[in-house]
Structures are given as structure tokens and as C-alpha cells.
């Protein structure tokens, strides 16, 4: 069983356009909500992450936005750029946890056309 | 960037081999993870140890096995490698007492022919 979908699976943008990447989640324990992107050959780094008791974060053109009553968070990337080009994956996990264990999307393949 | 380092980066070999990937951190982390990510699937998790010694299963634990006898290395073993087995994998590291994030390596893209 998927605990986090993440939706679409492949995303093109024209450069200066705004992407959206959304992820749905069912657990309630999940209390910590990170964004990891990954260029070919490297592995997945942190970008980004938002707590529930705030409904946005945003750091530089990236924001998060999280919705906890539809228990449903998203990731908007203003002004998108070709080097913004990477896949992009939602994670959820219980900070409450001892276990540190992260639940992660399939992911979403940006492409960003200059 | 967080000290993981995975070794070997690139390997291929044949089904039916035994297969070890290493994985070591200058971080002092106690918490490590296995993941394989395949096209479609995202990221799974295979094992993961959280201290010396201390492992468990993931979602996809079939097929490997871990080991962790020092806190920087943990070890992903295929005992009989099968070509499902072929694809990328990641180590990460966490430190989760002070709430700090999953860091990963770069990775091992392992071929079994």
C-alpha cells in the first residue's frame, strides 16, 4: 500500500511558467513533510520541507503549500528555470517515531523548455 | 554536502553471484538506510539499521540482507544476485534525535546479467 501518491508523473514547463507537483497522504501520524530533488546521476537532496502547523513555506522561488484537513501537500516552483529540470519527490514521515523512516512518492520528472 | 560515500558507484555482474554494497558516513549518524529506486517506483526501502547491530526490514526486503558492525559503515548484501535485483541504489543517513533530515550518497547502479 502507497502511503504517499504523488501526482503527475512527468511535468513540462516553459522557463518563467510555475510548476506544481502535488502528493496525498492517509497516515495522521505523519507530522514532517520533505521535498527532495535528484539530478541524473546524484542522489535525491532535501529542498525543501514544511511542518502541519503552517499552511505555507516558502524558501526562494520554492514554495509548499499544505493543506492537513484533505491531508494534502504540494510543491510550486515560481518562475521555473531549465537548471530547475530534476525529478522531485514528496516524502512523508512521524517525527514521533524513533524509526526516522520516511514514506516517499514515485516521484515527478520536470522538464523545463527555454 | 553530508559524508556518505557508497562503493562501488558502478558494478555488473552475473545472476546467481553474491553481491555486497558498502556504504560509510563521517557523520556520526545513528540511523541508516537501503533504498532501491526504479523507474515508476520511486524510492524503496530495503533495510534500515538504527544503531550498531540493530537492523530491520523495509517494504522490499526480499532477497538482501544488512549488516552494521560500526556506526559509519552498513553493508547491503544480495546473497544470489537475480536480474530484478538490477537497478540504482542509495544509502542515507538520519539523525533523528535532533530532527535533522535523511542525507543520501550519490548511489550504486548495479547491472546482473
Known amino acids: 500500500q502507497q502511503q504517499v501518491k504523488q501526482s503527475p508523473q512527468s511535468l513540462i514547463v516553459q522557463k518563467g511558467g510555475i510548476s506544481i507537483i502535488n502528493c496525498a497522504y492517509e497516515?495522521?501520524?505523519?507530522?514532517?513533510f520533505p521535498w527532495y530533488q535528484q539530478f541524473p546521476g546524484k542522489g535525491p537532496a532535501l529542498l525543501i520541507a514544511?511542518?502541519?502547523?503552517?499552511s505555507e513555506k516558502k524558501e526562494g522561488r520554492f514554495t509548499i503549500s499544505f493543506n492537513k484537513s484533505a491531508k494534502q501537500f504540494s510543491l510550486h516552483i515560481m518562475d521555473s528555470q531549465p537548471g530547475d529540470s530534476a525529478t522531485y519527490f514528496c516524502?512523508?514521515?512521524?517525527?514521533?517515531?524513533?524509526?526516522?523512516?520516511?514514506?516517499f512518492g514515485r516521484g515527478t520528472q520536470l522538464t523545463v523548455w527555454p | 554536502d553530508a559524508g556518505i560515500t557508497q562503493s562501488p558507484r558502478h558494478k555488473v555482474t552475473e545472476t546467481g553471484t553474491p553481491v555486497t554494497l558498502r556504504c560509510h558516513q563521517t557523520?556520526?549518524?545513528?540511523?541508516m538506510y537501503w533504498y532501491r529506486q526504479d523507474p515508476g517506483h520511486g524510492l524503496r526501502l530495503i533495510h534500515y539499521?538504527?544503531?550498531?547491530?540493530?537492523?530491520d526490514k523495509g517494504e522490499v526486503s526480499d532477497g538482501y540482507s544488512v549488516s552494521r558492525s560500526k556506526t559509519e559503515d552498513f553493508l547491503l548484501t544480495l546473497e544470489s544476485a537475480t536480474s530484478s535485483q538490477t537497478s540504482v541504489y542509495f544509502c542515507?543517513?538520519?539523525?533523528?534525535?535532533?530532527?535533522?533530515?535523511?542525507?543520501f550518497g550519490d548511489g550504486t547502479r548495479l547491472s546482473i546479467l
Open positions: 542515507a543517513i538520519s539523525d533523528v534525535y535532533s530532527n535533522q533530515p535523511q542525507h
Open positions: 497516515n495522521t501520524a505523519f507530522d514532517y
Open positions: 514544511i511542518r502541519p502547523d503552517v
Open positions: 516524502a512523508a514521515g512521524d517525527r514521533g517515531s524513533t524509526l526516522g523512516r520516511l514514506y
Open positions: 557523520e556520526n549518524h545513528r540511523y
Open positions: 539499521s538504527y544503531g550498531v547491530k540493530d537492523t
